[in-house]
């Protein structure tokens, strides 16, 4: 925290961050990585060109649960703030939502496949009202919207709208602040999920159709990616609680902070190697060389600005949009 933690509220401009929780960056950027990863072909090819996707159908689970879940997460923790700190907290809520909704429609002239404008629908439909219930109702609507979507719609914005209020409700219940403490919980909460992971491959397997047979996404598929995610978050809450925790703060970390700009970025980045390389990415290989290429430019700039700044450039904006006025230049 800057001195300016201390100053009232029209001196700084903004109100102040509150106390980051290092494991929702480290998450927050572990999931980029693997958003990345699922979307660098189709941002290459324009969402048209991909006929069968190097790592299977499965890519596209790859960090979007994770950031769904944490979008409901900050969502409930900004709302805390908001109503400490506002006349109108859901009005702030809603110019954050309206922003987001802008950055993704000018995102969505580069690449059609944004999830922003997405989040910003869902959000105004779902999380902004939800403000209104208890905590037990939200935790409730989670528990029923998450397996209706898995059953009934095949994922899409319903499964959205479940993990955003499943976040939520975490958040909501006090669970956020203890995962940089806990190693325990997580270890338990990832055994089960292995469990339930291996007896959903194993109905999986049994529902396998024939090659090149165009079928939706079964149950079985879709709760194996949902579990898959859960042991992988677990697995690095886990590892969070070991010496290995600065190594995984240094990797993520800087992405995890400046998660929004480096996404916007990212389809940049792809689209300029995509035009001047001619490269489609549409070998595994060439996916994890191009995701890695671009990560580890984006983790050079994220680290160097981060030294200077406390949030990244498309963060700082969209604090302006939620509070409706200029924050000051966040230095570190």
Not at 1 to 17: I, K, N, R
């Amino acid at each position: 925290m800057t001195h300016e933690a201390s100053l009232p509220e029209h001196a700084t401009g903004a109100p102040p961050d509150r106390t980051r929780v290092v494991a929702l960056d480290v998450l927050r950027g572990f999931a980029l990585c693997g958003i990345l990863v699922a979307n660098i072909q189709l941002i290459a090819n324009a969402d048209t060109a991909v006929v069968t996707p190097p790592m299977g159908g499965a890519q596209a689970w790859l960090g979007l649960p994770v950031f769904s879940l944490l979008f409901g997460i900050g969502f409930s923790l900004l709302s805390d703030s908001a109503a400490d700190r506002a006349p109108r907290p859901r009005l702030v809520l809603l110019r954050r939502l309206l922003a987001l909704l802008a950055i993704g429609l000018v995102h969505m002239l580069l690449w059609r496949g944004d999830i922003l404008t997405v989040y910003a629908v869902v959000g105004l439909l779902v999380l902004l009202p939800s403000t209104w219930l208890p905590r037990w109702a939200v935790a409730g609507l989670a528990a029923v919207l998450v397996p209706t979507a898995l059953i009934g719609a095949g994922g899409g914005p319903l499964l959205i709208a479940g993990l955003f209020l499943s976040g939520s409700a975490l958040a909501r219940y006090g669970m956020v602040q203890r995962i940089d403490r806990s190693v325990r919980g997580p270890a338990l909460l990832g055994l089960v999920f292995a469990a339930g992971e291996a007896l959903a491959l194993w109905a999986q397997a049994d529902a396998q159709v024939s090659p090149g047979t165009a079928q939706p996404p079964t149950l079985a598929f879709l709760l194996t990616g949902l579990l898959l995610t859960g042991v992988y978050v677990c697995a690095l809450l886990v590892l969070l609680g070991t010496p290995l925790r600065p190594v995984l703060r240094a990797v993520f970390d800087p992405l995890g902070r400046m998660a929004l700009t480096n996404y916007l970025t990212a389809t940049v980045l792809v689209l300029a190697t995509a035009h001047v390389l001619g490269l489609r990415f549409a070998s595994l290989a060439e996916v994890l060389l191009g995701s890695g290429a671009v990560l580890s430019a984006q983790w050079v700039f994220s680290t160097l600005w981060l030294r200077r700044f406390r949030q990244g450039p498309v963060e700082w904006l969209w604090r302006w949009a939620t509070w409706g006025r200029r924050p000051r230049p966040r230095t570190v």
